[in-house]
Every structure is written in C-alpha cells, then in structure tokens.
C-alpha cells in the first residue's frame, strides 16, 4: 500500500558541484578570485529563481557584490529571491529595478525606506514578509534556505579563513544556513592577509574569496551627538530613570538607537548617581557599542555588553575595556547578531526606545503608507518572551502587576518584561506621535501583506512615556482602562484631546498615570546641563581619547 | 559633580593570562595536554566560586572532563557555578555532592531528575533558574558568562582546530561566550588527527586539548521503536493529523520525543497519504533526525530538517540524504542547538509533544515534587513567539480563531503559533495526566523558587488531544469555557469526572471540542497496522540499511 518513492537525495550537491565547476576558470590561487571577474563568477554561480542572501547588516555591507549583482546579465539571471537583513544602499533596490531580482524578504529598510515604498507600489518589489532579525535567521534553516550568500569580512587569508571581527554581525547565521545546505559562499574583503588577527569563519566555509577595489561601507548608525539632544528629550529620561528604571531595579537591558535613550545614558553618572542607583540599574547591556555609553562606562557602572554589530569609532575604546565587552584573544570585539537578538530576547529585564505611531489601543509602528522602514530588532526584543522561565526581581514586579495574568493562565504567578515606549506627542513637521489608526493598514494594502506590519503590539507594551507622564499599562484591568490611560498621555494629538480629566484624575490615583510631580521630578531641572557629556568632544574626553569619532561627528 | 572611577579594565585578561601561565607545564605540543594531566590542568585553570560550563548536552556529554572536574581537590575548588544544559550523567551531581560546586542553572535534567530533586531537599544544590536552551545561551552573553568552559569533540587536529560534527548541538554558543570574555576553553576529544573533515571551530577560540582514553557519551534520545507504540497512541496520532495538521495546514513543524509523534511519523506515508495531504503538511522540520521520520523521508514527503542534535545510528542516513539535512562539505550534518531553536521559536506553525500533568487552566508541567526534569526547549518552541512578523497559513487561521486577541490588541489582526499537548488522561501506574493544581508549586516550595516551574502557559496552548478528542483551546471566550474545554478531553480522571455534558454539547457544536466522531474518524481502523513500519527491522528496511540501531535496539 505505501509506494517509495525513487528520489535523487543529493541533487543540491550535484548542482553544487556544477555551478563551482563553470566558475574554477575565474580561480587564481586556492579560493581568490580577482574582482575584475566578479560579475563573470556571479553569473556562473547564480541561477534564476535563486534565494540570495546578500549581506546587508544594519552597519556593514557587501557593498561590492551588491554592485556586481547589479551588473549581471538579467537575461541570464532573473526572478532572484532576496533574503536579507537589511535594504539599506542604492544597489539593494537596483537589482530589482533591473529585473535581476523579485522577491524579498526582509528584517530593516530604514535608509530606503521611501524607495522601497515606492517599488511595492510599483510592482517591482514583491514582499515575503518583514521580520524581526532573529526570526529571519531561523527561517533561514527551515524554508528561506540561501542558494548563494554574499558576504563581507574585512580579511581573508590565502586559504579562505575570514576575519570578520568587530563587525561579525549576521555573518555566522548565513554562512552556515548557506554552506551546510549544499549552498555557495562568496566573500568580498578589504585585503587578502598571510596571517589573520583570528579567525571567526573557517575556510571550509567559505567558496571564494575576492579582495574588493575598496574597504565596505560601513554605516554609524548608533552615534548620537549629546549636542543635539533636547531639554524636553532630559525630562523624559529623567522620568523613566525614575519612574521605571528605579522602580523596577532594572539590571539588564537594551536601548533602542534615538536621543532618548542616549539621553538616559547621558543621565547615569550624574542623576543616576544622585538618585543612588549605581549598581542597582543597568550593570548589564545588550547593545552596540554606543559612544553615549562611554560616560556611564568610565564611571563603574557597566559589567558586561554584548553587542550586535559594532560602531564605527569605538574600535580602540572597546579593545581598551575587555572587562565590559566581549573581545576576542586578539583584541578585537566580536559582534554577533544572533546571539545578541537571543540575550535580547530572553536574557533582558527591559527593552526601551522610540517609534512613529502609537494607536489608541497601544500597537505601534514605524511604518507608513509611504515609507517601508522594517524593525529590525524591535519585535524580537520588546515582545514579551514567552519562553523566558528564569526570574529577576523587575520581571517578577511587572508580572505581578499585570492584571490580565489570572484571564490568561488562571492563579500561576508569572513574569513579564518590561517594553518601554518613549514617545513625544509630536515628531517631526507636526506629525502625531498617536494616532486613531496606524498608517500600518495602508501599508498592508498597498504591498499586499496578510496584515497590517506592527512593531510592537499592545499587550507587549509596558510603558508609554511622553513629556506628559508615563502610562503604566500592564496595570490596566481592561482594554477600555488601557485606552484611557494613552489618551491621558498624549497630549495634544487629537487622541489625547479626548481625555476625560475625571478618568485621568482617577488613573493617576491608582498608580496607573504619573505625572512628573507625581515622580516628584522637579521639571525645572530637565535641562542639558545634566547631561554628563554635552557634545562629542566630552566623549572623546571621557574616553581619554580612544573614542576617534567619525568625521562627520568631529566639529571642534 | 562627577567622578571618574580608577579601575581596571583588563582584569579578566590578566586573570586569564595568569591561570595560562600556571597551565602551561601540562602542554605537551601545541595546546595538547595529556589525558593523565587533567586534574591538575583543571586544578590550574579553574578558581573557587567561577562559573563553569561542563557541556552537557541532549546527546552528546564531556564525560571525561565532568569526571577529571569530580576529581579536583574541593578544599582548592569549591563554590563553582555551574551553567550548563543537561545535568545528565552522575558526575554532573557528584561535583555538588562532593563540594566543589554549590550552585546550578540549566535547561533539562531527565536521567537526573530524581536524585536533583533529592540534592535540592538536601541544600546540596542551590538552583539558580531552570530555564529553556536558547534562554539559558542568552544569559551566556549576559549575566552568566562562563569563566571556564569544558566542552567535547570527536576530533582535533595539533592546532586546537575541533570537528563537532554531526553532534555540533551546543558547543559553537558555550565556546562563543566564554571565550569572547576572556574565558577558558578546554575541550575532550576522542582522538587528535592530522586533518579535520572539516572544521567546526576554530583553533583561535580553544585552550587546550586532550584526547580522552575513551570515546565521549551519547545517548540516543530520540530512537522511538515503532514496536512499542500502542492502538491509543495510533487513535490520538490519527486525530492530530486530520483535527489539527490538515485542519491548519501544517507544513513547519517540531515533533516532541514521545511515542505520539513517533506514531504520527509513522502514519504520514499510510493515513497521511490516504487523506491526500502529501506536500500539504509536514514539508519542513526542525527536529533531531528521528529514525520514525525515515519511512516519511524515503516517500518524499520532507523537504528539508535541520537538526538541534544527532540521532545514534543516523550518521550514514542523514550523509546519504544531503537534500533534506544539513550535512557540510565533508559530508557530515552539523547540527546546531542555538540556531535550530532560534528557528522552532521563530519559524514554526506547530509545536507539538506530551507533558506530564494538565491543570484545571490548561497550564502544564514535567517538574514534580520528586523529580526535577527540566524542559529543554518546550517553553521556546511551545510558547506564542510574540516577536514573530511572517504570516502562514495556518499561523493566519489559529490567530483568526483566538477569541481573546480583540481583549488583548484591539482591531488588529494577528497570527499564533499552534502549540499542541498530546496527553493520555492516565500515564504509567495510573498517574492522572489532568489534576486541579500541578507539583511544580510544591517544587518551587521544596527549590526556593520564585515560581512555579511552568513548562507551558495555558495562553500559549491552543490544542489538547486526548483518546477522548480535542481541545480547541484557543476558540473558547474566556476561562470558565476553557476550563470546561479540558473537563471534556480529561476522561475519567477527577477533574474529567466534573465534566457537564449538555456543556460538552455546546461545545462539540462551537467546534470547540471534537470526538474522533466529530473529526470523522473510525476508531476500529486505530491500530498499529497503520503505521509505515512497525518495529526497528523495518525502519533499516526502509533506510535501504543506511540506519544502524544501536545495539540495544537490534532485536532481530
């Protein structure tokens, strides 16, 4: 009754083996290739229909095969299936303008965010979905398997070793997802050494090694000069130090990439301090290396950080603190985003940053009908995790606040994370930071997504905190409470028009709405002055010099 | 108003280059120690009160380094913290009896569970947390990053290059940790060879080296003989398949170790085949390679499995069947516990498996007052992953039937993830598998707990399969249905006894309880002659002899 099946079992292998046949001409020495035969080995080693994950990283890119991949034949080559982290340069979208590629799936967009709108509408994109960094990566191991991966490290040795080091980022996850389903590894690196510093990808790994015509781009995308930060972005930081960050105990933690955050940073050695929460707050981190950090660092309050990516200027500082980051027996730090995604999601107290738009119900997101941004990290960090089983005293506090725990699980105490929005109730050109429905639906409809792409949702969220006060959420009995205590932080946005000041009276009894007085923070003191660093050059200073700012950041 | 602290920042480097130093007499070549020097190289390296990770995995074990760490002189080393996945061998609780080690966090404790639960009675052990593997990897990076790691592979070369091999499973994250914060890292393997297949990990990342007198442990945990499975588990796998697999349209999937899915295994090519399902369930995995999935292979109903760990006796099978795992270029699988539930959290419609007890809510747990078991990775993959962006099929449908999501997010859509408990209503020497309040509160009363060790949250499950029928969790409108929903599944336990039938009724016609006569499913056909092989003979049959048993399951 049950037929077997006459199957090939090593079809990939044998067409593995073809595709490395037709590109041995291109093969100088062991597995280098020279870069003017990188077009040539693409078009012998990729096929239509292909998944390709080029490596876009939300800092280091393959910037050179991401140009060759646009050159290749789109006769030859066509109908590619993109499966990366990051659109984040020209040369990720051309290869779709040129009909080399179809298809994408995806983590962040943020550089091309408008662009990439602009393609879906056009039909010359089609999205998959938009994940959350570590949900990509899993997918990679079960049905978003890379065919062809495109990667970067900054040196190669003459067998094919990588160092990819300070910036090793998603590089583990494809290769190994890559080569370990009979898939093709390409390299492109800054030079070709004798010996390397160490080595983070094995050889066997990796199929061909090209020395690019120039080093890869590399994006400083977590600096935030303090200079630009605001008074009211002081007040906030000062609010959810003490209305969250104390309260709580919050010991380990991830900061989201805006001035918020850096301001909070900027506030521990001096109001932090004075609030005497050193050692009882933010002893560990799961971060890049942010330079805002340096002040908090140099002063004794960090154990231990383990970063994603790295940060274009630290190199040397974060070399000089092996205490607090995780650097590798040469020196350098070892960045890797799978492992800091999983600490992000199951090993921290707390996740807190920014978004565009908060709905009345509490879902927010950075989408909007005219810019495909993506999230990157944030789902998979400020989402509840619900596998977590270990305790910590802020995770116990916030579950046992959390009223709806008995409608879920009956009479078990359980935990839950802390996910911190900090909101203003206007950004930019006026634009609402709260609105009645995200623009998120319009997106939906416009790309074709089965729903609508939502950063975080409501029942994730802990904490909103605007210059109103902060809303304590996971306190709420139901969603009518919830809804009311966002209105009563959202100022003057036509949501928060619809205050009732009664209901509001009402929720800051309950501990549900504070106000600054009710933090008792003295709001003439939210000014820059508090700020322990208040420009670049003082970071550069705290640093005792090892910080070297980019360029751009360097205005003394 | 701010001061700068004095501190050093290469503490830990100095620590590391001083315990090196006082190691350095036990090198014979390279990093090569010899097996009879291991105390005294672990005497060297180890201090008192560091936190230690013995490797300790599913299968695989540092068999001779957890011994050699029993062996150590516990007025020299005491206080150790031990970080490890599986407390499995009597070695790995010896340490504690023996007053080296005093406190533990891990993930899964099953060969153990009985004498941890006595050491815990006895304060010989302090537990830290249970946690789930990716959690507990997490903290790797975060606030339990191991000093010392003591890890296992079948090979080395004379550089310190290791071959992990087809049993990889944890050895790429404890290594990652503990190394990149100036960690120690030695490794047992069965022999040193000139070349590697291939390399799994780098010479860079490892300390010393010893080839053991002996090959390393492993069991063979996930070797199901077909001839043990029963009609009810044949009735229960028939009802999973077409109540919830067809139902959904399951096509991502993680089976847990039990005799259930082994039978549902088996009955993929016969019933599965016979309700047409073929390439519309079950096309991709993450699962270890279970011998009950070969007859499923070998009828071209798998696509691709990537693997947390190996299977003893599956080595030949998985090389020969290079389309569907992840084999490298030497031909071999890697498996990789970090990344393989990075993708059972992310990537997967379904979590199915068996529990020990159900209570009245629907929240479950393997921990009793007698037995720490552990959970492994149940609470990563059979929770709702909240961070998960990609839609399904069948993730969008159980999301479209969760009655409680407008309570909890609004108008939003959102998917769930199906987390499926297959449970008999009585276990072995009639153990009910429902009761009014689970062990693991006397548990955490017995360990100090701060909570009840949960395996998996009532909010998470969303199916419960009984020989009585199914459970559709997720559908009912709030508690009081969902606890009459599991009255109705629970047979003749105490809690089943309390069952209302015109209750049951109403809940047959909401589709919220189904009976094998509500699925359409004759019950006189649930017997073993469906299954695709009915014992070990036939599973090597239908491997065309690649399978090799281990010798204890050679029973012909």
Request: charged share 30%; net charge neutral.
């Given at each position: 009754m049950i037929t077997q099946v006459e199957q090939e079992w090593d079809s990939l292998k044998k067409d593995y083996q073809e595709r490395i046949q037709s590109a041995k001409q291109y093969i100088q020495t062991g597995k280098i290739v020279d870069s003017k035969d990188t077009v040539s080995l693409l078009e012998a080693v990729i096929k239509s229909g292909d998944k390709v994950s080029l490596e876009g990283n939300n800092q280091k890119q393959a910037d050179f095969l991401a140009e060759a991949l646009c050159k290749v034949d789109p006769g030859k080559i066509h109908d590619l299936h993109m499966v990366q982290s990051v659109i984040a340069l020209d040369s990720h979208l051309d290869v779709f303008e040129k009909g080399i590629a179809k298809k994408l799936d995806f983590s962040?967009?943020?550089?091309q965010a408008g662009r990439l709108a602009k393609f879906v509408n056009d039909g010359k994109v089609q999205i998959g979905a938009i994940h959350t960094y570590l949900e990509l990566f899993g997918r990679f191991f079960v049905d978003l398997t890379p065919r062809v991966a495109l990667i970067v490290a900054y040196q190669a040795d003459k067998d094919g070793n990588l160092y990819t080091g300070f910036?090793?980022?998603d590089t583990p996850a494809i290769v190994e997802a890559t080569k370990f389903k009979q898939g093709i590894v390409i390299a492109q690196v800054n030079e070709v050494v004798?010996?390397?510093?160490?080595?983070?990808?094995?050889?066997?790994?990796?199929d061909f090694v090209i020395e690019a015509p120039k080093p890869f781009y590399i994006e400083p995308l977590f600096t935030r000069d303090p200079a630009l930060i605001t008074d009211a972005q002081v007040l906030r930081a000062m609010m959810a130090i003490k209305g969250i960050y104390a309260e709580y105990g919050v010991q380990r933690v991830n900061h989201g990439v805006g001035f918020d955050t850096a301001a909070i940073e900027l506030l521990l050695p001096t109001y932090g301090e004075e609030l005497g929460l050193k050692g009882e707050i933010c002893s560990y981190f799961v971060l890049n290396p942010h330079p805002a950090l340096i002040p908090a660092i140099e002063s004794g309050w960090v154990k231990s950080i383990h970063s994603f990516g790295g940060e274009l200027g630290m190199e040397k500082y974060v070399s000089e603190r092996s205490d607090v980051f995780f650097n590798g027996p040469d020196g350098s730090m070892r960045s890797n985003r799978a492992f800091a995604q999983a600490a992000g999601h199951y090993a921290l107290d707390m996740f807190i940053g920014g978004t565009l738009q908060i709905d009345k119900y509490g879902n927010s997101s950075t989408a909007t009908a005219s810019r495909v941004t993506g999230f990157g990290g944030a789902p998979n960090m400020g989402c509840d995790a619900k596998g977590r089983r270990h305790a910590t005293d802020s995770w116990l506090k916030a579950g046992e606040e959390y009223s709806t725990n008995e409608q879920l699980i009956g009479d078990l105490p359980r935990g839950k994370k802390l996910v911190v929005q900090l909101q203003e109730t206007f950004r930019e050109k006026?634009?609402?930071?709260?609105?009645?429905?995200?623009?998120a639906w319009k997106l939906a409809e416009n790309a074709d997504l089965a729903i609508p792409p939502v950063m975080i949702y409501s029942d994730d969220v802990t904490h909103i905190v605007t210059e109103e006060g902060i809303a304590?959420?996971?306190?709420?009995?139901d969603m009518n409470e919830r809804m009311a205590a966002i209105r009563a932080v959202a100022g003057y946005t036509t949501l928060g028009l619809e205050e009732d000041s009664n209901e509001t009276l009402t929720l800051r009894q309950k501990g549900i709405v504070k106000t600054p007085e009710d933090l008792g923070i003295?709001?003439?003191?939210?000014?820059?002055?508090?700020?322990?660093?208040?420009n670049m050059k003082e970071l550069v200073e705290w640093s005792k010099g090892l910080y070297e700012p980019p360029a751009k950041y360097r205005n003394w």
């Open positions: 962040f967009s943020g550089p910036n090793t980022e004798d010996k390397l510093p160490r080595i983070d990808i094995p050889a066997d790994w990796v006026l634009a609402p930071g709260f609105v009645e429905k995200l623009d304590y959420l996971h306190k709420c009995s003295d709001v003439s003191r939210a000014n820059r002055s508090l700020l322990a660093a208040k």
